[in-house]
């Protein structure tokens, strides 16, 4: 089991860029395939990235290709999202999730979620 974390969240104008930051608990944590998911006010839960275990295999949603990052250090048990070119759209709830099926992009394990505004 594993417990997820975010931080990095905020305000920020259209154009600009955030950080987000997902903390893990538990030695296992490099066992896990982690993911970043977004819900918008009266949307539901859509995919954003994923990474293998091993940090050798990324995906990511169209709407956010070429724009977004995500990356991981298993020595930290962290997994990060760099958002660059933020768009209002991209305002949402956050949500760091971990599972042990990366071709699936099912998990199991969320985190509370960071909340991220894009003013235009």
């Known amino acids: 089991q594993v417990q997820l974390v975010e931080s990095g969240g905020g305000l920020v104008q259209a154009g600009g860029s955030l950080r987000l930051s997902c903390a893990g608990s538990?030695?296992?944590?490099?066992?896990?395939?982690m993911g970043w998911f977004r819900q918008a006010p009266g949307k539901e839960r859509e995919f954003v990235a994923a990474?293998?275990?091993?940090?050798?295999?990324?995906s990511y949603a169209d709407s956010v290709k070429g724009r977004f990052t995500i990356s991981r250090d298993n020595a930290k048990n962290a997994v990060y999202l760099q958002m660059n070119s933020l768009k209002p759209e991209d305002t949402a709830v956050y949500y760091c999730?971990?599972?042990?099926?990366?071709?699936?992009?099912?998990?199991?394990?969320w985190g509370q979620g960071t909340q991220v505004a894009v003013s235009s």
């Open positions: 538990g030695r296992t944590f490099i066992r896990y395939a």
């Open positions: 990474i293998h275990w091993s940090g050798g295999s990324t």
């Open positions: 999730a971990a599972g042990v099926n990366y071709s699936s992009r099912e998990f199991a394990y």
